[in-house]
């Protein structure tokens, strides 16, 4: 039973919003470049691996995506766990393309790159048993340890070559790639044969995982060392992405580079307000922001979003309706330009 959905992660719906209002030619718009080009890498691996996990038998897995736990006051991501009545499996997926060899010796993962480079990473399988121990002891922690903690560490790519420096192959048994992760699952079943607990008690460690879920609130200027005013303002084409669009009349905006008209274009922008700036807006702020020339358009635009509000006149904060923006799509996470989830303004 698919229990929670993989969302598209905030830090790639961050960067990329920061991407299109930093000041064109801004010396950290490498960086968040780079920074895009990972997420994405990672994003696409969860993806992949929530096809295959999503084919599991749904009467016998319960599965989440993405669920994010604090232990201890160590804030922790698993990527994909599913719940048996026999087990816990945590699988860490990874998106590495070429050759990588894990390091045997001081326990890393090298990448050999066509140009001769290698990159460094943590070695996966010390980040997925870190998992099976901060997990355990959260569950234990409340009394929920009724089942053991197993892991995989899952390439999505079939086309990584993978080697290793030992001849010891057993330090690889939690290693998969593509589908060999059905054998590996099926190998696991015979290992943990036991029912230990049923339905009910599984629906309550659901309940329990979800309650505790904390996504992490980022601050994404200051993880860029940036401030507001590295920021455009203004209304952004959808067609061309020119900041700003200019403010004809009836909550209309025209974009002077490629003539497009557009009425909903200020969604975007009010949206880009809360993830870049913070997460409440006034009539003012969004006035200035989105160079917006009166109050009463102003209130009429933020009473089209149908936006949870706090206040009254001109003192009353809008709100965002989720900071998770919780939607699956590969169409709409990782193709460009600007597409706003529906979660963001529909939801009542
Ligand atoms: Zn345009």
Redesign the pocket.
């Known amino acids: 039973m698919l229990m929670k959905d993989l969302p598209v992660p905030l830090w790639l719906i961050l960067t990329e919003a920061l991407k299109i209002r930093i000041i064109p030619g801004h010396y950290k718009l490498p960086d968040i470049e780079k920074d895009i080009a990972k997420i994405k890498a990672g994003y696409k691996g969860e993806l992949i691996l929530s096809h295959f996990v999503n084919q599991l038998p749904h009467d016998k897995y319960y599965i989440f995506h993405d669920l994010q736990l604090v232990h201890n006051g160590i804030h922790f991501q698993i990527d994909t766990l599913l719940i048996t009545r026999n087990y816990i499996l945590i699988i860490e997926a990874k998106n590495i393309k070429g050759t990588v060899l894990f390091d045997n010796v001081f326990n890393q993962l090298i990448r050999y790159n066509n140009d001769g480079t290698e990159d460094v990473f943590e070695d996966p399988r010390v980040q997925a048993k870190r998992l099976c121990k901060l997990l355990g002891g959260i569950l234990a922690a409340n009394g929920l340890n009724f089942l053991p903690i197993d892991h995989l560490v899952f390439f999505s790519s079939t086309k990584t070559i993978l080697k290793t420096n030992t001849n010891d192959y057993r330090t690889l048994e939690k290693v998969c790639k593509g589908r060999d992760l059905f054998s590996k699952i099926e190998g696991l079943e015979k290992t943990y044969t036991q029912p230990r607990v049923n339905d009910n008690t599984i629906i309550d460690l659901a309940k329990f995982l979800f309650s505790n879920h904390s996504p992490m609130k980022i601050d994404i200027l200051k993880e860029y060392s940036l401030s507001s005013n590295d920021i455009r303002t203004g209304v952004c084409?959808p067609?061309?992405l020119?900041i700003p669009m200019t403010y004809l009349k009836r909550r209309k905006w025209h974009?002077p580079?490629?003539d497009?008209i557009s009425n909903d274009a200020f969604i975007a922008g009010v949206r880009d307000y809360f993830l870049l700036i913070k997460p409440s807006i006034t009539n003012t702020e969004c006035r200035s922001f989105l160079h917006i020339p009166t109050i009463d358009t102003a209130q009429k635009l933020l009473f089209q979003l149908n936006l949870p509000s706090s206040g009254s006149k001109r003192g009353r904060l809008y709100f965002p309706h989720s900071i998770e923006f919780p939607v699956l799509s590969e169409r709409t996470s990782l193709k460009s330009g600007r597409e706003v989830p529906h979660a963001f303004y529909n939801k009542k």
Do not use: D, G
């Open positions: 084409c067609k061309c020119h974009c580079v490629c497009f």
